[in-house]
């Protein structure tokens, strides 16, 4: 359930995304290698939740990059206690992106299940259509971390998703 409502929180900042340049933060999500290396975080927000049934604190931060032609949003969320992350499919994720993004539907052009620095990735590209726009959408998942997001471009190419994760960074987390 939350992830659910996390990720109709990353629909609706898909829309943010689009929007002009915000000032650079600091934040634990970079990119330092890949279409979006050096790319600063913008409209970074960090959460903490402490209200975990047993133990533990969930801690999340969410940021938007921008770069040749790109515009990502990651969320980073790592689960406190004795709680691990389920991978789930990315249906509902793709859902939320075409919804905040005000396309009609949305076609999967290609899609694939990799490894990033030790991480289980599920990817996929799809075609926005009554957009400009082709995005692609990820999900990796290690224990009590979790990694999901996405970058779209509006000038039809395919986004290099493989590319992108591999240039991932997340402070003590995961590093290409």
């Given amino acids: 359930m939350v992830r659910g409502i996390l990720s109709c929180a990353a629909g609706l900042l898909a829309l943010a995304a689009f929007s002009l340049p915000a000032a650079a933060e600091p934040s634990v999500i ?4 890949g279409p979006l290396a050096g790319a600063t975080a913008e409209d970074v927000k960090h959460e903490e939740d402490n209200n975990l049934a047993e133990r533990g604190t969930q801690v999340t931060e969410t940021a938007v990059f921008r770069s040749n032609g ?4 990651v969320q980073w ?11 789930d499919d990315l249906d509902g994720f793709t859902d939320n992106v ?3 993004l005000k396309a009609t539907g949305a076609k999967v052009i290609s899609g694939d299940r990799i490894t990033v620095s030790g991480f ?3 990817y996929r590209n799809v075609d926005l259509i009554g957009t400009p726009n082709r995005c692609g959408i990820f999900d990796l998942g290690r224990g009590k971390n979790s990694i999901i997001g996405f970058a779209c471009r509006r000038d039809g190419q395919a986004v290099a998703v493989p590319a992108i994760l591999q240039g991932l ?3 003590n987390v995961i590093e290409p």
Avoid at 30 to 33: I, M, P
Avoid at 70 to 73: G, K, M
Wanted: no cysteine.
């Fill in 120 to 122: 289980s990735a599920q």
């Fill in 30 to 33: 970079a990119f330092v290698s």
């Fill in 70 to 73: 790109l515009v990502a949003w």
């Fill in 77 to 87: 969320s790592r689960l406190g206690g004795n709680y691990v992350w389920r991978q």
């Fill in 169 to 171: 960074s997340v402070r």
């Fill in 98 to 100: 075409r919804q905040a």
